[in-house]
């Protein structure tokens, strides 16, 4: 069996991917300051920096998503749509590179 090499558009040194939370709307680290090397485990590279997230950002997360609700829950189909069809197109822009991230991973 031939090993192939996958290649994308992938930054220079993949070790710059420095991944972190999403919550309340905003990109925040760890709570910590403490990030984790994902490696592509046929390799042992590092493909990636990810949050060690402590139990404090699955709170502030769950706080934000609980004081979010009531508002969204109200938020008519169309207006949900307008603000979730940009995202997927997003997915659908780089669905090139997030494939290759996740065949590595």
């Known amino acids: 069996m031939a090993i192939t090499t996958i290649s994308a558009n992938l930054p220079t040194d993949i070790k710059d991917v420095h991944i972190q939370n999403y919550i309340n709307g905003e990109w925040a680290p760890p709570t910590n300051g403490l990030f984790l090397d994902k490696c592509n485990p046929a390799t042992g590279q590092v493909i990636a920096q990810i949050p060690d997230s402590a139990s404090a950002d699955v709170d502030n997360a769950a706080k934000a998503a609980k004081a979010a609700f009531p508002l969204w829950s109200k938020t008519p189909v169309s207006e949900r749509v ?19 991230f996740e065949s590595l991973d």
């Open 82 to 100: 307008a603000i979730l069809l940009p995202i997927a197109d997003l997915i659908d822009k780089n669905s090139s590179i997030l494939g290759t």
